[in-house]
């Protein structure tokens, strides 16, 4: 394999997973890695310069990079690998028409109203991390006087930097489901790209104080132990995390688990 290509190695793994037949000049087919691949390795510092990820950022994720290291891995290799799914997810999203960007504040506020100011009724959920709780808006005097408010606030911040307050966007259900099917797609990819690397088993190990701030968010104090998970889903969980597919913190190796119940077929785009 030549010094080129060696650093595509983990990418081209997953690539071949997913062949393409071509012709030789006489009509005989063969396989090749799958096209985006091809435009990957040829483009690859110009592909990963327009995305929101970075080499160096990768190499300071302190829940990822001493994992590969337990497990042998090449942290540079790895690095392409993540960068091609990063790729593969932005085209499988093109594909699948769901928009990577939000609208704007103003926008999302005007689709709010305009979807609630003809409903005699509506519900609004209120949702955390230890419940949930739903609420039924109803009756026209009500349902007005909240579209008059949001109409107030659609002026207020399209004729100021009132919208450099909203840290947080305001998610509606398809923008959720979204980045749900991006999360399940990704967290496919990345097992696969997992299994053709063979990884063994490691099991979780306690580790000496010092090493706690190396390991940061793998640390999980037990007792007096510190413990060092290298599950592989907890991995994928953090690498799609790194990737900001999801919004959900609670995301983690069970949910993976779970995601990865539903088989990477019939999706339409290998």
């Known amino acids: 394999m030549s ?8 990418a081209a793994k997953l690539a071949w997973e997913f062949p393409s037949v071509d ?8 396989e090749q ?10 483009f690859s510092e110009k592909k990963i310069a327009e995305m929101d990820i970075s080499e160096d950022d990768f190499y300071k994720q302190e829940s990822i990079i001493p994992v590969l290291e337990a497990y042998g891995l090449d942290k540079e290799k790895f690095w392409y690998a993540v960068a091609y799914i990063n790729l593969l997810v932005s085209c499988w999203t093109d594909q699948k028409h769901l928009s990577n ?18 409903r005699n009724e509506f519900k609004i959920v209120i949702d955390n991390k230890l419940e949930s ?20 606030l659609i002026c207020k911040v399209k ?23 991006q999360t399940w797609y990704a967290a496919s990819l990345f097992s696969i790209l997992l299994k053709k690397l063979n990884l063994p088993t490691i099991r979780s190990r306690s580790v000496k104080e010092e090493f706690k701030e190396k390991a940061g968010e793998l640390v999980k104090v037990k007792g007096r132990e510190a413990v060092v998970s290298y599950d592989k889903n907890q991995l994928i969980a ?5 990737l900001g597919l999801t919004d959900n913190e ?9 995601i990865l119940k539903k088989p990477l077929k019939g999706i339409g785009f290998f």
């Not at 010094?3 to 983990?10: C, Q, R």
């Not at 012709?23 to 063969?30: A, I, K, L, M, V």
């Not at 009500?142 to 109409?151: H, S």
């Not at 953090?238 to 790194?242: G, Q």
């Open 101 to 118: 960007e939000l609208p704007s504040i103003q926008d999302q506020l005007t689709t709010m109203r305009d979807e609630i100011q003809n």
């Open 3 to 10: 010094d080129k290509f060696s650093k595509f190695e983990y």
């Open 238 to 242: 953090e690498l799609v995390h790194f």
């Open 159 to 181: 004729s100021s930097s009132l919208a450099d307050v909203f840290e947080i966007p305001i998610w509606r259900e398809e923008d959720r489901r979204k980045k749900t099917e």
């Open 133 to 152: 709780h739903s609420f039924v808006m109803a009756g026209k005097i009500l349902i007005r006087e909240l579209v008059g408010a949001l109409d107030e």
């Open 250 to 258: 609670c995301l983690d190796g069970n949910s993976i688990k779970g």
């Open 33 to 42: 890695p799958h096209y985006t691949f091809d435009t990957f390795y040829s």
């Open 23 to 30: 012709f030789e000049d006489d009509g005989t087919p063969y």
